[in-house]
């Protein structure tokens, strides 16, 4: 087995799910979190409707003042519902691009030609270890690989919430703690103090972590850039030979 070989099935195996990722979640799952504040307005707009179409008694004590105070309070509470669902659905798709990544790394390593054992399971330490053993490539001297070890960190807080990675994390990427819609809402305010000194509780309801679209993009393009430097470092090996006994 050659690092030609290799190369070939980085580049046309093992990054094809990493690729279908980037290219559709952005294309079909995060637009249909678009204009929550137009879609709020018209949830509003219906539950008016509802209301006001809706047989008038006898006594006559529809109050129309009241049925708009109820299409807010249906708009506000759909909007808000919406924000917390997108900001969950960001952070997992945060943690399982990070958890797609360990296990195309780990798929090279099952290939038939190799004959040694694939790592037991494939955590990125144990997979790691095991690219510097068989294959001689250590992954921590990437350039990527700074950003893999921040989605690691980010998919542990997403998962576990407070923790070491969460505390980490906090240190190298504070604006990940940060609401943004708050900052935006109260720029003369400053929250950064309160936000990193708040214990990350739940990530999972949408809460504490807030992955933007931005962010995720990065670390799907940084993803990408990874495998593309493993993939580089066997085309420059492409005649040497890692087959095992």
């Known amino acids: 087995m050659t690092g030609g070989y ?14 279908a990722f980037r290219e559709y979640i952005f294309r079909d799952v995060v637009p249909q979190f678009a204009n929550l504040n137009d879609r709020a307005t018209q949830v509003g707009n219906e539950h008016y409707g509802m209301l006001v179409s809706q047989p008038v008694g006898d006594d006559c004590d529809s109050d129309v003042s009241g049925f708009a105070e109820d299409a807010q309070d249906q708009a506000i509470g759909w909007y808000e519902m919406m924000r917390s669902l997108r900001q969950t659905m960001l952070n997992l798709l945060a943690a399982g691009l990070f958890h797609l990544t360990e296990q ?7 290939d038939g030609g190799f004959g040694v054992l694939h790592p037991p399971n494939p955590r990125l330490d144990d997979v790691a270890k095991w690219y ?25 807080t997403v998962k576990h919430a407070e923790g070491s990675s969460s505390r980490h994390l906090k240190a190298k990427r504070p604006e990940l703690f940060c609401d943004p819609s708050l900052m935006r809402a109260f720029p003369d305010i400053e929250f950064r103090d309160y936000f990193l000194n708040k214990t990350v509780a739940a990530p999972l309801a949408g809460d504490d972590v807030f992955v933007t679209e931005d962010l995720l993009k990065q670390y799907a393009e940084g993803v990408g850039s990874f495998f593309g430097e493993i993939a580089d470092h066997f085309a420059a090996h492409a005649d040497e030979n890692y087959y095992y006994k």
């Open 6 to 19: 290799l190369n070939s099935q980085v580049r046309h195996r093992v990054i094809r799910p990493i690729e």
């Open 132 to 156: 510097g053993i068989h294959l001689r490539l250590d992954l921590k001297s990437l350039p990527a690989w700074s950003l893999i070890n921040e989605l690691r960190m980010l998919a542990n």
């Open 104 to 110: 195309q790394l780990a798929a090279l390593c099952h």
